[in-house]
């Protein structure tokens, strides 16, 4: 499955430079999602969307590892403001791929149980 996402990494813009990187990445993310999986549901379980998900997060690391070089958006000497800018992309990347996995994904986060109304 790993060489699948890194080959889906590469659809999605990963250049070959990048390659030893992209592919920690992957299995990082794979072990990552795969540990957050319901219980009992494995990544092949998820068919095509676990493949993808996964993709979609390596591609946000390494956009946002790229971005951390410190580009600064603003500085302002007077009551000091420094202002870096922050990825976009990168974000809705990751949210995409939370929404894809999530009929698949432990229950996370706050809600309700046996509150009486």
Do not use: N, Y
């Not at 990494?9 to 993310?29: F, I, N, P, W, Y």
């Not at 951390?68 to 000497?77: D, H, Q, R, V, Y």
């Amino acid at each position: 499955m790993e060489r699948e996402i890194l080959s889906l990494c590469r659809a999605m813009g990963a250049g070959e430079e990048q390659e030893e990187l992209t592919l920690l990445l992957v299995q990082a993310v794979c072990r990552q999602l795969a540990a957050r999986l319901r219980e009992g549901t494995l990544p092949q379980d998820c068919g095509p969307a676990f493949p993808l998900a996964a993709a979609m997060l390596v591609m946000d690391r390494l956009s946002r590892m790229a971005k951390s070089g410190g580009k600064i958006a603003s500085f302002t000497a007077g009551d000091l403001t420094i202002r870096q800018e922050t990825g976009g992309a990168g974000t809705q990347l990751s949210d995409h791929a939370e929404v894809l996995l999530g009929p698949w994904l432990r229950d996370r986060g706050f809600f309700f149980q046996g509150v009486e109304g």
